[in-house]
């Protein structure tokens, strides 16, 4: 396929079809250039259809310097894509799809109650193919091939090919969740040409505990509510389930980056459970001074602090053999209950992945410095940040960026 077309519009290739290549092809659409998206799986957005399956956060109501401070190691970078495509512009592009959003009390940002992920990705891809976007599935890319070309394989007609688009923008994603397309095999082709890529770490997942033979069958999965869990000096609160092989939920999917690194440093980490966060350690202790001789430990707990089963179990699980008895030990224990962690769960399961082209390989606009003309964005570069939004608004953010990048290369009038 040519490069330019009769109409004399440039042609880029977008490979991806999740949400970074989406937006990306949809700006660059509006730029007025022909657009073919290239995306592995037999259906584009699988994995935005999945993160929809939950609660679908899509972005943060969060002030901008606090939200560009979640992505700790590129805060600059991100807080300058979020200046060119922000949370604000999120939701008003989910709007112009006819989808209405809400900012949940937690400052997440989801879609109205009656719009359904399904609903937002039908209508984007419906004015993606308005706007004269070419969407080919089952189309794999394969690798880089001479000057601008790209190796594509057609997976139904088992035929491959070299495409020589003017411009490619490559939003491939993470490596975690393979089944949605997400399968981090680009790698290899980035080598092929002397990219870098860090190895992929799994973020946002849930953390191994090598819990009791006794332990795992009373307690099975069981949720902590209105705890904090700490690691190293992060602190996080929220809700903690206890599950057969260790913990999930998001005070421990935020502290993954925590988790890793102390794993890494001593092949073990521990997380301290704080079981009374809101109540002050005062009050803490004088309903502890309270408890009667011949009352037991758990129906104590349960009365004076409400803390029912499994709490008890889970005391004795992981506290000293002899529980305490005076106030303040038992304060201690209550709110800093040493969990010891043995890893975090695989790869394949977490939300999002650590890891992917390293940040010397890009340009400010996100063009690959080895081969100009290609761009990246979206999970498949190095960064990670926090569940509630921040991912997606990442995702969208990087790939609207790049789009900007790659026009502007063209020679394009920049107003993306
Ligand atoms: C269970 C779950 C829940 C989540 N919930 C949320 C949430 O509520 N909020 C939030 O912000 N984020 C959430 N996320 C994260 C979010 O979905 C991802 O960060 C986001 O989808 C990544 O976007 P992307 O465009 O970079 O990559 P992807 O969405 O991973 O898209 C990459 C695409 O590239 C295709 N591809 C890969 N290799 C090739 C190839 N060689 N040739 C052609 N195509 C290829 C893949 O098939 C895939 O479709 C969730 C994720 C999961 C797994």
């Not at 190895?199 to 009373?218: D, Q």
């Amino acid at each position: 396929m040519a490069s330019t077309s009769d109409s004399g519009a440039t042609w880029v290739a977008v490979v991806g079809g999740g949400p970074a290549g989406l937006l990306a092809a949809q700006h660059l659409a509006e730029a007025g250039h022909r657009v073919t998206v290239y995306e592995a799986q037999a259906t584009m957005g699988r994995k935005f259809l999945v993160a929809g399956h939950g609660g679908f956060n899509l972005t943060n109501g969060e002030p901008a310097a606090p939200f560009a401070a979640r992505y700790a190691a590129r805060q600059p970078e991100f807080a300058r894509y979020f200046q060119h495509f922000s949370a604000a512009e999120l939701r008003a592009w989910a709007h112009s799809l006819g989808i209405g959003t809400f900012v949940g009390t937690s400052g997440r940002v989801f879609p109205l109650e009656e719009h359904k992920p399904a609903h937002l990705l039908r209508a984007w891809l419906e004015h993606l193919r308005t706007l004269g976007v070419e969407l080919k599935t089952r189309h794999r890319w394969l690798g880089f091939a001479a000057q601008t070309g790209l190796r594509v394989l057609d997976e139904a007609a088992a035929q491959e090919t070299v495409v020589y688009p003017a411009a490619t923008l490559l939003a491939l994603g993470g490596a975690s969740w393979t089944k949605t397309g997400s399968d981090g095999r680009w790698t290899a082709a980035f080598e092929e040409i002397g990219v870098q890529t860090v190895p992929f770490e799994p973020s946002n997942c849930g953390a191994e505990v090598a819990w009791s033979a006794f332990f795992r069958e009373k307690v099975g999965r069981q949720p902590l509510k209105n705890i904090a869990l700490r690691c190293a000096d992060h602190t996080v609160r929220g809700e903690l389930m206890l599950t057969e092989y260790g913990l999930e939920g998001t005070p421990v999917y935020a502290l993954t980056p925590a988790l890793r690194a102390a794993l890494a440093a001593d092949g073990q980490a521990t997380l301290q459970l704080n079981l009374k966060p809101e109540l002050p350690t005062a009050q803490l202790l004088s309903k502890l001074a309270g408890r009667r001789p011949g009352k037991s430990l758990a129906s104590f707990l349960a009365d004076a602090l409400k803390l029912k089963p499994p709490i008890p179990t889970l005391l004795r699980e992981v506290g000293p053999p002899e529980l305490p008895v005076a106030p303040s030990e038992l304060a201690r224990l209550l709110t800093s209950l040493p969990i010891p962690v043995s890893g975090l769960r695989p790869l394949d399961e977490a939300i999002s992945t650590a890891g992917g082209v390293a940040w010397p390989e890009v340009d400010e606009h996100l063009m690959l410095r080895r081969r100009p003309g290609t761009f990246v964005a979206g999970e498949m570069l190095d960064w990670e940040a926090p569940t509630g939004g921040y991912l997606l608004q990442g995702c969208f953010s990087t790939g609207a960026w790049a789009a900007r990048g790659l026009a502007q290369w063209l020679g394009a009038p920049v107003s993306l």
